[in-house]
């Protein structure tokens, strides 16, 4: 069965850089979610789009946006890197419709962010 | 908003012996519970869930029991194995259109062989 995809897996930026993390989610999920975890830590809740819609909004700074696109893919722009954005970035996506499970959450596997 | 904690957060158990873990949520109308298993550098996966209108669920070796009065879920591993070894994650969220999850700070358990 598809699963979440995520690209790049990988990524090595300097400090004050930007950067684009894209995911896409298994067919049919309609909502997508984005997960930031430090080393050690438990994942914290970015952002969620539904329909293309933000959702919720979690400890997403201001320095990062997201979108979902009209095929449901969406991507995380973050700008002025800061050390501390170092973390792996997760995707997530759910669906609502038809006999899928309305909460169960699917993570990528995920964005290795590093910050120089 | 929600806050979860879990307990412990390093439990070692011998293989074959029972592994409990504990969560206390504090936001009364969450309403799913999962728990995710996560090893090195790899993706939380779904090992098990319940929602809040049920009291206990069981999937072979897994089971989790929820408290809603006491805002408490627990996650029991029997018969553990090696390959149980891992960081494990209980959450919450409201289900709703939006469905955050809230993640507890993770338990690392380590079964010896």
């Known amino acids: 069965a598809a699963g979440v995809i995520q690209s790049p897996r990988h990524l090595i930026k300097e400090k004050r850089e930007t950067a684009t993390l894209k995911c896409y989610p298994i067919?049919?999920?309609?909502?997508v979610y984005w997960y930031q975890q430090g080393p050690g830590q438990d994942p914290q809740f970015l952002i969620s789009?539904?329909?293309?819609?933000?959702?919720d909004k979690g400890s997403i700074p201001d320095r990062f946006s997201a979108q979902q696109f009209s095929d449901y893919h969406s991507e995380l722009n973050m700008s002025s890197l800061e050390l501390g954005d170092s973390a792996l970035y997760f995707c997530?996506?759910?669906?609502?419709?038809?006999?899928?499970?309305?909460?169960?959450?699917?993570f990528g596997p995920g964005t290795r962010l590093t910050v120089l | 908003g929600e806050n979860v904690e879990q307990h412990p957060s390093t439990l070692s158990v011998q293989e074959g012996d029972s592994a409990v873990i504990k969560c206390t949520y504090s936001d009364s109308a969450s309403n799913y519970f999962p728990w995710y298993k996560q090893e090195l550098g790899k993706r939380p996966q779904l090992i098990i869930d319940?929602?809040?209108?049920?009291g206990e669920k069981k999937d072979q070796r897994i089971a989790v029991t929820l408290n809603k009065t006491a805002k408490h879920f627990s996650l029991h591993i029997t018969e553990t194995q090696p390959e149980d070894s891992a960081v494990y994650f209980c959450a919450a969220s409201r289900n709703n259109a939006g469905n955050m999850l809230t993640f507890g700070g993770g338990t690392r358990l380590m079964v010896k062989p």
């Open positions: 319940i929602r809040s209108n049920v």
């Open positions: 997530a996506s759910s669906s609502r419709i038809g006999d899928l499970d309305l909460d169960e959450q699917f």
């Open positions: 067919p049919r999920h309609d909502t």
């Open positions: 789009f539904y329909e293309k819609m933000q959702s």
